[in-house]
Protein backbone atom coordinates (compact mmCIF):
# COMPACT_ATOMS: atom_id res chain seq x y z
CA UNK A 1 0.00 0.00 0.00
CA UNK A 2 2.97 2.12 -0.06
CA UNK A 3 5.34 3.38 -3.19
CA UNK A 4 8.57 2.93 -2.93
CA UNK A 5 8.16 2.86 0.69
CA UNK A 6 8.25 6.83 0.45
CA UNK A 7 4.66 7.20 2.28
CA UNK A 8 0.60 6.35 1.78
CA UNK A 9 -0.23 6.31 -1.77
CA UNK A 10 -3.61 7.62 -2.94
CA UNK A 11 -5.04 4.31 -3.53
CA UNK A 12 -3.69 2.99 -0.38
CA UNK A 13 -5.71 5.76 1.88
CA UNK A 14 -8.54 5.45 -0.54
CA UNK A 15 -8.71 1.67 0.16
CA UNK A 16 -8.63 1.98 3.85
CA UNK A 17 -11.15 4.19 4.08
CA UNK A 18 -13.22 2.80 1.47
CA UNK A 19 -12.99 -0.30 4.38
CA UNK A 20 -14.43 2.12 7.09
CA UNK A 21 -17.41 3.09 5.23
CA UNK A 22 -18.23 -0.36 3.91
CA UNK A 23 -19.80 -1.12 7.08
CA UNK A 24 -23.33 -3.00 9.24
CA UNK A 25 -22.84 0.70 11.36
CA UNK A 26 -23.07 2.76 7.95
CA UNK A 27 -26.30 0.65 7.12
CA UNK A 28 -27.37 0.69 10.49
CA UNK A 29 -27.29 4.73 10.45
CA UNK A 30 -29.25 4.83 7.16
CA UNK A 31 -32.07 2.35 8.46
CA UNK A 32 -32.39 4.67 11.69
CA UNK A 33 -33.61 7.53 8.73
CA UNK A 34 -36.36 5.44 7.51
CA UNK A 35 -38.99 6.75 9.51
CA UNK A 36 -38.42 10.52 8.67
CA UNK A 37 -38.37 9.46 4.82
CA UNK A 38 -42.41 8.61 5.00
CA UNK A 39 -45.01 10.37 3.89
CA UNK A 40 -43.58 11.86 0.66
CA UNK A 41 -40.25 12.92 2.32
CA UNK A 42 -37.98 10.76 0.44
CA UNK A 43 -36.19 13.33 -1.42
CA UNK A 44 -35.78 15.92 1.59
CA UNK A 45 -34.19 13.10 3.64
CA UNK A 46 -31.95 12.19 0.17
CA UNK A 47 -30.53 15.71 -0.04
CA UNK A 48 -29.82 16.00 3.57
CA UNK A 49 -27.54 12.80 3.80
CA UNK A 50 -25.72 13.87 0.95
CA UNK A 51 -24.83 17.32 1.80
CA UNK A 52 -24.39 15.46 5.27
CA UNK A 53 -21.66 13.62 3.89
CA UNK A 54 -20.67 16.43 1.54
CA UNK A 55 -20.09 18.86 4.80
CA UNK A 56 -18.73 16.03 6.93
CA UNK A 57 -16.54 14.42 3.91
CA UNK A 58 -15.13 18.36 3.41
CA UNK A 59 -14.14 18.06 7.49
CA UNK A 60 -12.61 14.37 7.14
CA UNK A 61 -10.43 15.84 4.03
CA UNK A 62 -9.31 19.13 5.88
CA UNK A 63 -8.65 17.20 9.03
CA UNK A 64 -6.57 13.92 7.01
CA UNK A 65 -4.51 16.99 5.48
CA UNK A 66 -3.81 18.98 8.33
CA UNK A 67 -1.98 15.36 9.64
CA UNK A 68 -0.76 14.57 6.52
CA UNK A 69 1.24 18.06 6.28
CA UNK A 70 2.68 18.09 9.66
CA UNK A 71 3.11 14.54 10.30
CA UNK A 72 1.20 13.76 13.13
CA UNK A 73 -1.52 11.99 14.49
CA UNK A 74 -4.70 12.76 14.97
CA UNK A 75 -4.70 13.28 18.83
CA UNK A 76 -1.55 14.99 18.67
CA UNK A 77 -2.58 17.68 16.12
CA UNK A 78 -5.14 18.61 18.87
CA UNK A 79 -2.31 18.95 21.12
CA UNK A 80 -1.19 22.39 19.40
CA UNK A 81 -4.26 24.30 19.60
CA UNK A 82 -5.18 22.75 22.62
CA UNK A 83 -1.76 22.39 24.68
CA UNK A 84 -0.78 19.08 26.35
CA UNK A 85 -3.11 19.18 28.88
CA UNK A 86 -5.83 19.55 26.73
CA UNK A 87 -4.62 17.08 23.84
CA UNK A 88 -4.97 14.45 26.46
CA UNK A 89 -8.42 15.32 27.62
CA UNK A 90 -9.34 14.63 23.95
CA UNK A 91 -7.33 12.00 23.54
CA UNK A 92 -9.40 10.05 26.38
CA UNK A 93 -12.84 11.05 24.94
CA UNK A 94 -11.29 9.64 21.71
CA UNK A 95 -10.25 6.00 23.64
CA UNK A 96 -13.70 6.35 25.30
CA UNK A 97 -15.49 6.62 21.69
CA UNK A 98 -13.38 4.17 20.27
CA UNK A 99 -14.31 1.83 23.17
CA UNK A 100 -17.65 2.56 22.03
CA UNK A 101 -17.26 1.84 18.39
CA UNK A 102 -16.22 -1.39 18.80
CA UNK A 103 -18.50 -2.89 21.06
CA UNK A 104 -20.90 -1.58 18.00
CA UNK A 105 -19.08 -2.78 15.60
CA UNK A 106 -18.95 -5.91 17.30
CA UNK A 107 -22.39 -6.55 18.54
CA UNK A 108 -23.74 -5.37 14.42
CA UNK A 109 -21.17 -8.52 12.78
CA UNK A 110 -22.03 -10.64 15.67
CA UNK A 111 -26.09 -10.00 15.25
CA UNK A 112 -26.14 -10.28 11.00
CA UNK A 113 -24.08 -13.63 11.70
CA UNK A 114 -26.68 -15.07 13.50
CA UNK A 115 -29.02 -13.78 10.91
CA UNK A 116 -27.65 -15.65 9.31
CA UNK A 117 -27.04 -18.93 11.09
CA UNK A 118 -30.70 -18.91 12.35
CA UNK A 119 -29.64 -18.09 15.32
CA UNK A 120 -27.64 -21.40 15.67
CA UNK A 121 -25.07 -19.51 17.78
CA UNK A 122 -25.18 -17.46 20.68
CA UNK A 123 -24.73 -14.14 20.81
CA UNK A 124 -22.37 -14.09 23.00
CA UNK A 125 -19.62 -16.49 21.26
CA UNK A 126 -20.36 -14.78 17.85
CA UNK A 127 -18.94 -11.78 19.43
CA UNK A 128 -16.14 -13.57 21.21
CA UNK A 129 -15.39 -15.12 17.47
CA UNK A 130 -15.27 -11.81 16.00
CA UNK A 131 -13.61 -9.89 18.75
CA UNK A 132 -10.55 -12.96 18.42
CA UNK A 133 -10.24 -12.24 14.46
CA UNK A 134 -10.10 -8.19 15.36
CA UNK A 135 -7.20 -9.14 17.77
CA UNK A 136 -5.50 -11.43 15.20
CA UNK A 137 -5.95 -8.38 12.84
CA UNK A 138 -3.90 -5.36 15.47
CA UNK A 139 -0.91 -7.91 15.45
CA UNK A 140 -0.50 -8.57 11.83
CA UNK A 141 -1.05 -4.87 11.02
CA UNK A 142 -2.41 -2.84 7.97
CA UNK A 143 0.20 -3.82 5.58
CA UNK A 144 -0.21 -7.59 5.99
CA UNK A 145 -3.80 -7.42 5.80
CA UNK A 146 -3.88 -5.01 2.81
CA UNK A 147 -4.75 -7.60 0.01
CA UNK A 148 -7.78 -9.17 2.01
CA UNK A 149 -9.01 -6.10 3.03
CA UNK A 150 -9.46 -5.17 -0.34
CA UNK A 151 -10.88 -7.97 -1.46
CA UNK A 152 -13.33 -8.87 1.16
CA UNK A 153 -14.53 -5.03 0.87
CA UNK A 154 -14.85 -5.37 -2.90
CA UNK A 155 -16.89 -8.49 -2.32
CA UNK A 156 -18.74 -6.74 0.31
CA UNK A 157 -19.85 -3.87 -2.03
CA UNK A 158 -20.60 -6.19 -4.58
CA UNK A 159 -23.25 -8.07 -1.93
CA UNK A 160 -24.95 -5.10 -1.07
CA UNK A 161 -25.76 -4.04 -4.99
CA UNK A 162 -27.65 -7.55 -4.94
CA UNK A 163 -28.75 -6.89 -1.64
CA UNK A 164 -30.35 -3.50 -3.19
CA UNK A 165 -31.68 -5.64 -5.89
CA UNK A 166 -33.65 -7.92 -3.92
CA UNK A 167 -34.89 -5.19 -1.68
CA UNK A 168 -36.36 -3.14 -4.63
CA UNK A 169 -37.94 -6.98 -5.91
CA UNK A 170 -42.01 -7.52 -5.82
CA UNK A 171 -41.78 -9.93 -2.99
CA UNK A 172 -39.59 -7.82 -0.57
CA UNK A 173 -41.64 -5.24 -1.29
CA UNK A 174 -44.43 -4.07 1.63
CA UNK A 175 -42.95 -6.59 4.01
CA UNK A 176 -42.36 -3.82 6.88
CA UNK A 177 -43.09 -0.27 5.96
CA UNK A 178 -42.73 2.49 9.02
CA UNK A 179 -46.64 3.33 9.62
CA UNK A 180 -45.88 6.28 11.65
CA UNK A 181 -43.88 9.41 10.21
CA UNK A 182 -41.33 11.02 12.03
CA UNK A 183 -42.36 14.72 13.12
CA UNK A 184 -40.76 17.75 11.21
CA UNK A 185 -37.69 18.74 11.05
CA UNK A 186 -37.07 15.65 9.54
CA UNK A 187 -34.15 17.36 7.07
CA UNK A 188 -31.67 18.12 10.13
CA UNK A 189 -32.58 15.19 11.83
CA UNK A 190 -31.27 13.50 8.58
CA UNK A 191 -28.40 15.83 8.16
CA UNK A 192 -27.42 15.29 11.64
CA UNK A 193 -27.57 11.83 11.27
CA UNK A 194 -25.63 11.88 8.24
CA UNK A 195 -22.13 13.92 9.41
CA UNK A 196 -22.31 12.04 12.96
CA UNK A 197 -20.54 9.27 10.86
CA UNK A 198 -17.60 10.76 9.27
CA UNK A 199 -17.30 13.08 12.62
CA UNK A 200 -16.36 9.78 14.06
CA UNK A 201 -13.75 9.48 11.90
CA UNK A 202 -12.33 12.81 12.45
CA UNK A 203 -10.07 12.03 16.02
CA UNK A 204 -8.47 9.57 13.85
CA UNK A 205 -8.61 10.96 10.43
CA UNK A 206 -4.26 12.23 10.37
CA UNK A 207 -3.55 8.71 11.98
CA UNK A 208 -3.52 7.14 8.55
CA UNK A 209 -2.36 10.33 6.12
CA UNK A 210 0.53 11.44 7.87
CA UNK A 211 2.68 9.50 6.11
CA UNK A 212 0.81 9.83 2.53
CA UNK A 213 3.25 10.57 -0.20
CA UNK A 214 1.46 13.24 -2.20
CA UNK A 215 -0.82 15.15 0.83
CA UNK A 216 -3.52 16.49 -1.38
CA UNK A 217 -4.52 13.38 -3.41
CA UNK A 218 -4.35 10.85 -0.72
CA UNK A 219 -6.36 13.22 1.68
CA UNK A 220 -8.58 13.95 -1.21
CA UNK A 221 -8.87 10.21 -2.25
CA UNK A 222 -9.53 9.11 1.62
CA UNK A 223 -12.55 11.50 1.27
CA UNK A 224 -13.81 11.15 -1.24
CA UNK A 225 -14.11 7.41 -1.51
CA UNK A 226 -15.29 7.21 2.19
CA UNK A 227 -18.34 10.11 1.59
CA UNK A 228 -19.16 7.75 -1.62
CA UNK A 229 -19.45 4.63 -0.31
CA UNK A 230 -20.82 5.82 3.34
CA UNK A 231 -23.58 7.67 1.35
CA UNK A 232 -24.55 4.17 -0.75
CA UNK A 233 -24.52 2.42 2.61
CA UNK A 234 -27.30 4.58 4.45
CA UNK A 235 -29.11 4.40 1.18
CA UNK A 236 -29.39 0.57 1.57
CA UNK A 237 -30.06 0.88 5.18
CA UNK A 238 -32.56 3.33 4.24
CA UNK A 239 -34.55 0.94 1.86
CA UNK A 240 -33.97 -2.19 3.97
CA UNK A 241 -35.49 -0.87 6.62
CA UNK A 242 -38.17 0.43 4.39
CA UNK A 243 -39.15 -1.99 2.22
CA UNK A 244 -38.61 -4.63 4.87
CA UNK A 245 -35.84 -4.57 8.12
CA UNK A 246 -31.97 -5.30 8.20
CA UNK A 247 -32.48 -8.45 9.95
CA UNK A 248 -34.66 -9.73 7.02
CA UNK A 249 -31.94 -7.93 4.56
CA UNK A 250 -29.43 -9.81 5.74
CA UNK A 251 -31.74 -13.16 4.92
CA UNK A 252 -32.36 -12.69 1.42
CA UNK A 253 -28.72 -13.30 1.10
CA UNK A 254 -29.42 -17.02 2.28
CA UNK A 255 -32.84 -16.94 0.09
CA UNK A 256 -30.46 -16.23 -2.77
CA UNK A 257 -28.09 -18.91 -2.13
CA UNK A 258 -25.32 -16.52 -0.81
CA UNK A 259 -25.40 -17.72 3.02
CA UNK A 260 -21.76 -18.78 3.41
CA UNK A 261 -20.67 -16.01 1.22
CA UNK A 262 -22.59 -13.22 2.78
CA UNK A 263 -21.69 -14.64 6.51
CA UNK A 264 -17.64 -14.62 5.70
CA UNK A 265 -17.46 -11.25 4.08
CA UNK A 266 -19.95 -9.32 6.74
CA UNK A 267 -17.42 -10.78 9.45
CA UNK A 268 -14.44 -10.31 7.17
CA UNK A 269 -15.85 -6.28 6.90
CA UNK A 270 -16.46 -6.31 10.50
CA UNK A 271 -12.99 -7.32 11.60
CA UNK A 272 -11.21 -5.38 9.10
CA UNK A 273 -13.37 -2.02 10.03
CA UNK A 274 -13.10 -2.62 13.82
CA UNK A 275 -9.67 -2.90 14.05
CA UNK A 276 -9.40 0.70 12.59
CA UNK A 277 -11.00 1.38 15.79
CA UNK A 278 -8.79 -0.63 18.34
CA UNK A 279 -5.52 0.29 16.05
CA UNK A 280 -5.69 3.86 16.65
CA UNK A 281 -6.74 3.22 20.08
CA UNK A 282 -3.87 1.99 20.53
CA UNK A 283 -2.63 5.50 18.86
CA UNK A 284 -4.19 8.00 21.60
CA UNK A 285 -3.30 6.09 24.25
CA UNK A 286 0.61 6.56 23.05
CA UNK A 287 0.00 10.41 22.97
CA UNK A 288 -1.39 10.05 26.21
CA UNK A 289 1.67 7.10 27.59
CA UNK A 290 4.23 7.43 25.04
CA UNK A 291 5.57 4.14 26.60
CA UNK A 292 2.46 2.14 26.09
CA UNK A 293 2.69 -0.60 23.73
CA UNK A 294 0.20 0.37 20.95
CA UNK A 295 -0.76 -2.99 19.92
CA UNK A 296 -1.29 -4.77 22.89
CA UNK A 297 -3.30 -1.68 24.22
CA UNK A 298 -5.21 -2.34 20.98
CA UNK A 299 -5.95 -5.72 21.81
CA UNK A 300 -7.28 -4.47 25.39
CA UNK A 301 -9.64 -2.32 23.98
CA UNK A 302 -10.90 -5.09 21.56
CA UNK A 303 -11.48 -7.38 24.54
CA UNK A 304 -13.27 -4.93 26.38
CA UNK A 305 -15.65 -3.88 23.22
CA UNK A 306 -16.17 -7.40 22.62
CA UNK A 307 -17.26 -7.19 26.06
CA UNK A 308 -19.65 -4.47 26.17
CA UNK A 309 -20.80 -5.75 22.96
CA UNK A 310 -21.65 -9.35 24.49
CA UNK A 311 -23.73 -7.15 27.15
CA UNK A 312 -25.56 -5.12 25.10
CA UNK A 313 -23.75 -2.03 24.13
CA UNK A 314 -26.33 -1.20 21.29
CA UNK A 315 -29.79 -0.26 23.15
CA UNK A 316 -28.41 3.54 23.01
CA UNK A 317 -27.10 3.51 19.32
CA UNK A 318 -28.75 7.05 18.36
CA UNK A 319 -27.65 8.77 21.55
CA UNK A 320 -24.18 7.68 21.05
CA UNK A 321 -23.48 9.09 17.42
CA UNK A 322 -25.42 12.32 19.20
CA UNK A 323 -22.82 12.07 22.02
CA UNK A 324 -19.62 11.33 19.41
CA UNK A 325 -20.72 14.45 16.79
CA UNK A 326 -21.41 17.08 20.14
CA UNK A 327 -17.74 15.96 21.62
CA UNK A 328 -15.66 16.00 18.38
CA UNK A 329 -17.56 18.59 15.85
CA UNK A 330 -16.65 21.92 17.98
CA UNK A 331 -13.14 20.32 18.67
CA UNK A 332 -12.44 19.99 14.82
CA UNK A 333 -13.93 23.47 14.31
CA UNK A 334 -11.15 25.09 16.97
CA UNK A 335 -8.46 22.71 15.49
CA UNK A 336 -9.30 23.40 11.87
CA UNK A 337 -9.13 27.32 12.15
CA UNK A 338 -6.11 27.18 14.54
CA UNK A 339 -4.09 24.43 12.05
CA UNK A 340 -5.09 26.34 8.85
CA UNK A 341 -5.36 29.89 10.14
CA UNK A 342 -2.58 30.24 12.54
CA UNK A 343 0.12 28.19 10.18
CA UNK A 344 2.72 28.16 13.06
CA UNK A 345 6.02 27.46 11.44
CA UNK A 346 9.16 27.05 13.61
CA UNK A 347 11.26 30.03 12.45
CA UNK A 348 13.62 30.57 15.07
CA UNK A 349 16.58 28.33 13.48
CA UNK A 350 16.33 30.77 10.81
CA UNK A 351 16.59 34.11 12.88
CA UNK A 352 18.79 32.31 15.11
CA UNK A 353 21.42 31.73 12.31
CA UNK A 354 21.27 35.36 10.57
CA UNK A 355 21.70 36.79 14.25
CA UNK A 356 24.81 34.85 14.79
CA UNK A 357 26.12 35.67 11.28
CA UNK A 358 25.59 39.35 11.89
CA UNK A 359 27.43 38.95 15.71
CA UNK A 360 30.65 37.55 14.06
CA UNK A 361 31.16 40.17 11.94
CA UNK A 362 30.80 42.89 14.67
CA UNK A 363 33.90 43.54 17.00
CA UNK A 364 34.07 41.35 20.39
CA UNK A 365 32.89 44.32 22.85
CA UNK A 366 29.51 44.59 20.67
CA UNK A 367 29.05 41.11 20.15
CA UNK A 368 29.46 39.89 23.89
CA UNK A 369 27.19 43.09 24.67
CA UNK A 370 24.51 42.05 21.89
CA UNK A 371 24.55 38.30 22.62
CA UNK A 372 23.91 38.96 26.19
CA UNK A 373 21.13 41.17 24.97
CA UNK A 374 19.93 38.51 22.85
CA UNK A 375 19.75 36.32 25.57
CA UNK A 376 17.85 38.13 27.59
CA UNK A 377 15.43 38.64 25.13
CA UNK A 378 15.04 35.22 23.90
CA UNK A 379 14.40 34.16 27.76
CA UNK A 380 11.53 36.54 27.53
CA UNK A 381 10.43 36.14 24.64
CA UNK A 382 10.10 32.29 25.60
CA UNK A 383 8.40 33.31 28.60
CA UNK A 384 5.69 35.51 27.00
CA UNK A 385 5.26 32.75 24.42
CA UNK A 386 5.07 29.62 26.84
CA UNK A 387 2.61 32.32 28.70
CA UNK A 388 0.52 32.80 25.51
CA UNK A 389 0.37 29.58 24.67
CA UNK A 390 -0.96 28.24 27.91
CA UNK A 391 -4.13 31.14 27.72
CA UNK A 392 -4.59 30.31 23.95
CA UNK A 393 -4.79 27.17 24.92
CA UNK A 394 -7.53 27.45 27.47
CA UNK A 395 -9.48 30.02 25.56
CA UNK A 396 -9.43 27.07 22.74
CA UNK A 397 -10.78 24.61 25.60
CA UNK A 398 -13.86 27.53 26.27
CA UNK A 399 -14.41 27.76 22.69
CA UNK A 400 -14.82 23.85 22.95
CA UNK A 401 -17.35 23.95 26.09
CA UNK A 402 -19.35 26.42 24.38
CA UNK A 403 -19.84 24.60 20.82
CA UNK A 404 -20.38 21.66 23.25
CA UNK A 405 -23.37 23.19 25.17
CA UNK A 406 -24.74 25.07 22.09
CA UNK A 407 -24.56 21.23 20.19
CA UNK A 408 -26.76 19.88 23.32
CA UNK A 409 -29.23 23.25 23.42
CA UNK A 410 -30.00 23.07 19.17
CA UNK A 411 -30.83 19.20 20.42
CA UNK A 412 -33.62 20.21 22.86
CA UNK A 413 -35.15 17.40 23.74
CA UNK A 414 -33.61 14.79 21.56
CA UNK A 415 -30.22 15.40 23.78
CA UNK A 416 -29.23 12.28 25.59
CA UNK A 417 -28.37 14.31 28.50
CA UNK A 418 -32.46 15.36 28.19
CA UNK A 419 -33.41 12.03 27.12
CA UNK A 420 -31.05 10.48 30.30
CA UNK A 421 -31.78 12.65 33.12
CA UNK A 422 -34.79 14.72 32.24
CA UNK A 423 -35.02 16.16 35.91
CA UNK A 424 -31.52 18.07 35.19
CA UNK A 425 -32.33 18.51 31.99
CA UNK A 426 -36.02 19.22 31.37
CA UNK A 427 -35.60 22.63 30.35
CA UNK A 428 -34.43 21.41 26.71
CA UNK A 429 -37.70 19.68 26.39
CA UNK A 430 -40.19 20.66 23.61
CA UNK A 431 -37.43 22.63 21.63
CA UNK A 432 -35.00 22.29 18.71
CA UNK A 433 -32.81 24.41 16.69
CA UNK A 434 -34.63 24.80 13.10
CA UNK A 435 -30.96 24.44 11.72
CA UNK A 436 -29.78 21.07 13.50
CA UNK A 437 -26.84 21.40 15.64
CA UNK A 438 -23.81 21.02 14.23
CA UNK A 439 -23.47 23.66 12.02
CA UNK A 440 -24.43 25.90 14.84
CA UNK A 441 -22.26 24.27 17.28
CA UNK A 442 -18.91 24.44 14.57
CA UNK A 443 -20.03 27.90 13.93
CA UNK A 444 -19.50 28.92 17.68
CA UNK A 445 -16.26 27.49 18.94
CA UNK A 446 -14.53 28.55 15.21
CA UNK A 447 -15.27 31.82 15.92
CA UNK A 448 -14.68 31.60 19.55
CA UNK A 449 -11.15 30.28 18.79
CA UNK A 450 -10.46 32.98 15.69
CA UNK A 451 -8.84 35.26 17.93
CA UNK A 452 -5.79 33.64 19.33
CA UNK A 453 -5.16 32.06 15.54
CA UNK A 454 -5.53 34.99 14.51
CA UNK A 455 -2.69 36.58 16.92
CA UNK A 456 -0.78 33.43 16.42
CA UNK A 457 -0.44 34.35 12.31
CA UNK A 458 1.16 37.98 12.87
Not at 92 to 102: D, F, K, P, S
Not at 176 to 181: C, D, L, M
Not at 229 to 247: D, E, H
Amino acid sequence: MKDEDKGMSALGCGLVWFGAAVSIAEIEAGAALAPAAVGGRGWSVLGAVLLGHLFGGALLFLAMLLGARTRRGGMDCAKVPFGRAGGGFFAALNLLQLVGWTAVMVAQGAGAARELLDGRVPFAAACAGIGVLVAVWIYVGLRGVGKINSVAMGLLFALTVVLFVSLLSTDAKGTGRPTEPMPDPVFWFAFEMSVAMPLSWLPLAADYTRDARRPVAACAAAALVYSLVSCWMYGIGMVAATYGSIPDAFRYFDAAGLGAAALLVIVFSTVTTTFLDAYSAGESAKSLWSRIPAKPFGVAVCALGTLLAALGAMDRYLDFLYLIASVFAPMAAVLLVDGFLAQRRPQNSASSANSACKLSADSANSACKLSADSANSACNLSANSACNLSANSAWNLVAWAVGFAVYHACLGGDSPFALAWPGAFGFLAGWSSPAGATIPAMAASALLALPPAVRARR
